[in-house]
């Protein structure tokens, strides 16, 4: 071989070598790299767990975005979730909060204060509980619509130390994991952008109505001016007819969305105090804004659609004393439930005595007192010495009274359960009433005999003992 050709077949095995050397450089490292992501990654474990999504994670200022509380619950049935959230309120404040797609089925407290940067969401999911798996998709608890201010930079949304899941089985809280939510927000259009004003920040929501499809009948006890067209918008189209009753007006008042019905709307002005129909295609959650009323609308001859006042709760035999006068008798009450009227009637007045809230609309019908009713007669009632714990919602307070009869028959609800004030809600015997009560209320509900949540002892865990337990919370400042 002459001697060029020779050095040419030198070089080209130099290259081939080099070449190799270098791929068997490249296989090792990408490798290592597998092995690597793979020792962090790991395999999917179960977990309990809160996290935070933030959506979109970078935002211009004034703009909005959305914070998703998921759940995990992998390893146990869960029946109380209590998300504690902070948020930096000079950075952003919460424009809504959206529970429509929530798996929660009651709420214990839903709170928010953008003065504070504060965000408590307590809710839970009656016996079984709520158990996820490691391969379901993310479960939200509830959708946080912000909005943020005029200043650049990151802001972080975390939970507080009292954030918790609680096990259905034991009411312990099982809570594993808790991850924070940032976001940036960026001039993104390189233009200066003013700090937002007090003015320009959103409308502080005075109640969250969680409107479900079909006809629901809500109590407003809120200072409130808008029209029908805008509390309708607040639905995004899902809510689209608006009934109320007026007396003066002859009975039945409309408002409709569709244009070709026009004609029939005969409703002006959403008015505070009173309640409404409103007929929706599909669930969805608003928020009304306004303070609260600090006088009611007094009901008149005939029918009323009516609201309690704000965070009132009352038994409809209590509702009805109330509101009646010396010359009106208010003598039945009813509320909408499971798409009809639940009635409650004076003159049977050991059936239906339910409660009502202040989110619930009531429809109540009043006569004229007699001038001169004919007397009656009843047996003397006699009241053993047993003492019994009530809550006054508006005065805040529970109190101890000797006997059930001592209890006043207006503005006071007796909690026949518990043996006094101060063990009053501790369901889990702890020796102190917090929200991890709530979780052995859940876990006992609908059931019958005798148990330490039933607190109207009527033998069986429901509906009504759920309203005693809110109104106990919030008399010993465990929820607002």
Known sequence: MP???RGFASILLVI??????????????????????????????????????????TVAPNETFKVTIVVHSDIDSANLFAAKLNFPYAFMQVVDIDYADSFISSWVEQF????????SLVGGVPDPGY??????????????????????????????????IYRNADGTDILAE????????????????????ASSLPAPVGLVYNLQAGNNF????????????????????????ITGFEEPLGGTTSYFADPSKAVLNNIDTITGGKAYFLQCSSSVAIGLPGSALTSLPQPVYSINYLSLSKDASFTALDYLKTVSTSSLSCWELSKWEDGGWLSYRTDVPTVNNFTITDQEGVNVRCKPVEANPSPSSSAPVICAQVITPAVSLSLLTCKDFATPCDVPASGWQALKGAADCASAG???????????????????????GKLIADLNQDGIVNTIDFSLMINLFKVKSVIR
């Open 16 to 57: 081939i070598a080099v070449v190799g050397i270098v791929i068997g450089v490249i296989l090792v490292q990408r490798q290592q790299q597998l092995k690597s992501q793979a020792s962090i990654s790991g395999p999917l474990t179960p977990t309990t767990s809160l996290s935070l999504q933030v959506s979109p994670d």
């Open 426 to 448: 501790d369901f889990n015997t702890d020796g102190k009433v917090n929200i991890a009560d709530a979780s052995r209320l859940y876990a006992f509900f609908n059931k019958s």
């Open 3 to 5: 001697r060029s050709q």
């Open 218 to 241: 809500i109590g407003i006890p809120l200072q409130l001016n808008m029209t029908p067209k805008e509390l309708l918008d607040m639905t995004a189209g899902k809510c689209t007819v």
């Open 178 to 197: 808790r991850t924070v939510g940032e976001i940036q927000v960026a001039d993104i259009t390189s233009t200066p952008t003013p700090v937002a004003s």
């Open 112 to 119: 928010y204060d953008n003065n504070t940067g504060e965000i």
């Open 131 to 164: 158990k996820t798996t490691i391969t379901d998709p993310p479960s939200a608890m509830a959708v946080i619509t912000f909005k943020s201010t005029g200043t650049i930079g990151r802001g972080t949304v975390s939970f507080v130390p009292d954030t918790a």
